[in-house]
Structures are given as structure tokens and as C-alpha cells.
């Protein structure tokens, strides 16, 4: 039995757009810093400025006691919503 393993560069939609391969909708918490050193800059007015809402889900039965805490770091991290 052979194995291969392929070990190349992992490019994200960021890194592409840093090289000039494209462009693409990032959240800005991410790019914050890559925004101000001016790697990136706006592809597009405010129209192309989209709100996002993410959420976590899970199975209904009791989580396992890593994913429990995860989900405790998680509840502490993200600000509350009104």
C-alpha cells in the first residue's frame, strides 16, 4: 500500500487577492490589519458592502465535553445580539 502526500501552498481567497488572482468578499475582522498596512483596499462601494449573519448549530442530544467547551469559549467571545 503507497501513500502520497501533497504538501503546496494553501491559498485562501485573501492570498489570492493580495497576488492580484481576483478579488473576494472577506469579513473585515479578518483583513482588519491587511486593510490598514493597505495589502487590500475595496473592490466596491457601499452597495457591495453585505451583512452576514453566521450561527453555530448542533445536534440535539448532549454534546461531547470538547465540543461542550468550545461552545462555552464561543458564547464568551461573540458579543451578544439585542
Known sequence: MS???W???LYTPSTMAKEGRGIAW???SVIKDDLRA??????GGP???I???IRLYRQRSSLSAA??????????????TQ
Open 3 to 5: 501513500c502520497k502526500v
Open 7 to 9: 504538501t503546496g501552498e
Open 26 to 28: 472577506l469579513p473585515q
Open 38 to 43: 493597505g495589502l487590500l483596499l475595496p473592490a
Open 47 to 49: 452597495r457591495w458592502h
Open 51 to 53: 451583512p452576514v449573519e
Open 67 to 80: 465540543v461542550e467547551a468550545l461552545r462555552k469559549v464561543v458564547d464568551n467571545k461573540v458579543p451578544k
